[in-house]
């Protein structure tokens, strides 16, 4: 599928979600990180009609990562009318946060931390406007290897692009005239104070991923399979204690 069908069909598959539920909402919420993926999701979710919250959330954020953010945002603002921006700097709750925390200061957890309150942004800001958050996780991201932070029954309301890999994101970012810094920019989940990217952490890029996805012999399979292996929890549903009663 060219990119072209594949944000048609994106945008057809969000309105006939949003036309068949019980009761259908007034808005579409996204969290833009200055990524690929939200940038293309946030754009999609303009494109469809739909009045459109796109939150900016800073945490102690890298400037050029808040820079990149805030840059998509004012050009949906430019570019939809039906595009609401929402600037929401969250340093001073992170910083109560931790403090409040003391010595239970674990710096995975904190970074797991940030993305639950930028979670409960969302859902606060689509609770106040009869919205839906919509996610910005991609196949690789979410069936391959795990890379996001484990929500529970608090995750989000629709993932359009989970089905897509990286680079037919980028791809759709290009053909959407996503600004060339943001499709150019080292994926990163914006959760670490140092500005470590996605390939740091992982230790393979999207494309060696997606690759060792769907070749059983690719010579990074086992590499691939180790880093899923230690996220299937998230992947999987939630275990539950069940009583034969």
């Known amino acids: 599928m060219e990119p072209k069908e594949r944000i048609l069909f994106i945008t057809g598959w969000i309105l006939d979600y949003c036309s068949k539920m019980p009761k259908k909402p007034d808005s579409l919420v996204v969290g833009v990180s200055g990524g690929i993926d939200s940038a293309v ?3 999609i979710c303009a494109a469809s009609g739909f009045k459109t919250f796109v939150l900016s959330m800073p945490i102690k954020q890298i400037k050029e990562q808040d820079d990149l953010s805030k840059i998509h945002c004012d050009w949906l603002f430019d570019n939809f009318k039906n595009v609401d921006v929402l600037n929401i700097n ?11 925390l003391g010595k239970n200061n674990n710096e995975h957890a904190f970074a797991n931390t940030r993305a639950r309150l930028r979670m409960s942004t969302l859902y606060q800001v689509a609770g106040s406007n009869n919205g839906i958050v919509v996610g910005t996780g991609n196949k690789v991201e979410d069936f391959g290897v795990g890379f996001y932070t484990k929500y529970g029954d608090g995750g989000v309301d629709i993932s359009p692009i989970a089905d897509c890999t990286k ?3 980028w791809d759709m970012g290009k053909e959407l005239g996503i600004n060339p810094s943001i499709i150019n920019a080292a994926p990163t989940d ?4 140092d500005g470590r990217n996605d390939e740091q952490q992982l230790g393979m890029s999207y494309q060696e991923l997606e690759e060792a996805m769907s070749n059983p012999n690719s010579a990074n399979r086992s590499k691939y399979l180790k880093i899923r292996e230690m996220n299937l929890h998230k992947m999987n549903p939630i275990p539950v204690c069940k009583f034969d009663e």
């Open 90 to 100: 969250l340093d001073s709750t992170f910083g109560e946060f931790e403090k409040t």
């Open 41 to 43: 999701v946030s754009t």
């Open 167 to 169: 680079t037919q994101v």
């Open 190 to 193: 914006g959760l670490w104070s």
